[in-house]
């Protein structure tokens, strides 16, 4: 099966996603460097970035329905022309009067194309590979955006320092293009889904037999995303709040101490992508709730290092590591939970779910933010008590989820 991972469909995807992701986060590098210069704040930009999240969290189940009824190679090429569109035409009307509101613009209208294209791309996966490919085939995309987000950043802060701003966006719309023209390529089977009613009534009915699978057919696809939701609150609470504050607040360190830490997780996702490809076949439904509760585990000695008086640069030798096998874990458990959800979905029904599993994901993770930025500012002084009950409480929900998942193996192994 490893051999067939590679077609032609799956590789044009995997080329198309490079260039998208690599046009994606080099825009808003630039983006971000230009409104903190513009304005001064950092509130700002973080202001206007959770803003345009909002309407991808909104419309991903309209994405998800759209992914299903219509024909997702058309659907790709026309979200990422659109997207280079909206920055060619941001590019063209920015001036330094007008700059916040059309980045803001830019922002919101690229938040609603991801709503439409992230369900839609995944929904593409379980159509181009089968069985133990489909875990194999998330793994090599998982990679591609960890090496996207790792060289991107540092790519793009080059060229914005070189040219500046609209240089930099010019090349993410060439990046658009490109995965637009790639897309073009991919052939994929289409059967037209006709519908009598309206619109409204469509979307509707769409919407609720979607529900009515997760919550009666396939109850375990529902237990899966509540695990998966429950691991990105603590881990996206923790890493993105927490991974900065003990870096620069609490250790004291400078920037570049935190540079390196961010570099080391994107190649930690990296090198769980690569292992997750490795497991697939090896690594057993039943076993994923040990997968989940190693997360928890190498939370622990990231907050016992804290207990103890060693060096500032031993507490950050201790965390970064600590956060890296975090990091490798979560990425393990990922790819085979979305895998697992794409198995046991039917191709009429596969982009209103990865919808749901989006946008569950994507609900929590400002809501983790919040959580552990008070927790954090709470026990400054005694990080420990936010660290440790962190990882006892996620390798609980790993050792509380082993029936589970040994009930799902066991369904698996029947199909």
């Not at 067939?4 to 995807?13: S, V």
């Not at 922002?107 to 590979?129: D, K």
């Not at 090496?147 to 609209?166: D, M, T, V």
Request: proline share 3%.
């Amino acid at each position: 099966m490893g051999r067939n991972l590679f077609t032609k469909n799956f590789t044009l995807l995997v080329l198309g996603q490079a260039s998208s992701l690599f046009g994606n986060y080099i825009l808003r590098l630039a983006l971000s460097m230009y409104v903190l210069e513009m304005s001064g704040s950092a509130a700002v930009f973080a202001g206007i970035l959770s803003a345009a999240t909002v309407p991808t969290i909104l419309l991903s189940p309209l994405g998800g329905i759209l992914a299903d009824r219509a024909d997702k190679r058309k659907i790709m090429v026309a979200l990422d022309t659109l997207t280079g569109c909206a920055v060619l035409g941001a590019a063209a009307c920015l001036s330094g009067n007008n700059a916040l509101a059309v980045i803001g613009i830019l922002l919101v209208a690229l938040s609603v194309l991801g709503a439409f294209e992230t369900p839609t791309v995944q929904a593409c996966i379980p159509q181009m590979l089968t069985g133990d490919g489909i875990i194999r085939g998330n793994a090599v995309v998982n990679q591609i955006a960890s090496l996207s987000y790792l060289i991107a950043p540092l790519l793009g802060g080059i060229l914005y320092a070189a040219f500046g701003l609209k240089p930099v966006m010019n090349m993410s719309v060439v990046c658009f293009f490109l995965t637009a023209w790639l897309e073009r390529s991919i052939k994929l089977d289409y059967q037209p889904r006709k519908y009598q009613g309206k619109f409204l009534s469509m979307v509707k009915e769409d919407f609720l037999n979607s529900l009515s699978f997760i919550r009666r057919e396939q109850p375990d696809i529902r237990r899966m995303l509540l695990l998966t939701a429950l691991s990105r609150f603590f881990v996206m609470g923790i890493t993105l709040v927490g991974l900065p504050f003990l870096v620069r607040t609490v250790l004291k360190l400078d920037a570049a101490y935190y540079g390196g830490a961010e570099s080391a997780l994107a190649f930690a996702t990296i090198l769980g992508s690569i292992a997750a490809g490795l497991l697939t076949g090896k690594l057993k439904a039943g076993r994923l709730s040990l997968v989940l509760a190693a997360i928890g585990i190498c939370i622990i000695p990231a907050g016992c290092v804290f207990l103890f008086q060693p060096d500032g640069v031993i507490r950050y030798i201790v965390n970064v590591a600590a956060f890296c096998g975090m990091q490798a874990a979560v990425s393990i458990f990922s790819i085979f939970a979305v895998s697992i959800i794409q198995q046991n979905t039917p191709d009429h029904l596969i982009g209103k779910i990865m919808a749901y599993t989006s946008s569950v994901t994507m609900c929590v993770q400002p809501l983790g933010q919040v959580v552990y930025g008070f927790l954090f500012d709470r026990f400054k002084e005694a990080v420990y008590f936010v660290l440790i009950p962190t990882g006892i409480t996620v390798c609980a929900i790993g050792v509380c989820s082993a029936g589970f998942f040994r009930k799902l193996e066991e369904k698996q192994s029947c199909i």
